[in-house]
């Protein structure tokens, strides 16, 4: 009885460590770093930090010295409603490893 107690055990234990070393994608949220173009009106980081709040996002910083831009973070099952932007120069992932 007690080998199948100490077996019960070992299993267990085991699966607990193999689903800690699995980083799990969904708990990481949709990351992006916009950087706009140079040319861009004075109002566009007003009014992209205001999109991205409305979509339910957050805005984790705003780029205002050489570069105009922001890093935001978008909820699962919203697309990215920049990267058709006539203003965006480019779009960048941001997250972990990136």
Same mark, same amino acid.
């Given at each position: 009885?007690?080998?199948?107690?100490?077996?019960?055990?070992?299993? /267990?234990?085991?699966? &607990?460590?193999?689903t +800690?070393?699995?980083?799990? !994608?969904?708990? #990481?949220?949709?990351?992006?770093?916009?950087?706009?173009?140079?040319?861009?009106?004075?109002?566009? /980081?007003?009014?992209a &930090?205001?999109?991205? +709040?409305?979509?339910?996002? !957050?805005?984790? #910083?705003?780029?205002?010295?050489?570069?105009?831009?922001?890093?935001i973070?978008?909820?699962?099952?919203?697309?990215?409603?920049?990267?058709?932007?006539?203003?965006?120069?480019?779009?960048?992932?941001?997250?972990?490893?990136?």
């Amino acid at each position: 009885m007690k080998i199948c107690h100490l077996l019960l055990l070992a299993c /267990l234990l085991s699966l &607990v460590l193999v689903t +800690r070393a699995v980083p799990i !994608e969904a708990d #990481y949220p949709k990351g992006f770093i916009i950087i706009f173009r140079d040319e861009v009106p004075e109002n566009v /980081l007003e009014l992209a &930090v205001k999109l991205v +709040r409305e979509l339910g996002g !957050e805005v984790r #910083y705003q780029y205002t010295g050489s570069f105009c831009g922001l890093s935001i973070y978008l909820p699962d099952g919203v697309g990215n409603p920049f990267t058709t932007d006539e203003w965006v120069d480019y779009i960048e992932t941001d997250g972990p490893g990136s």
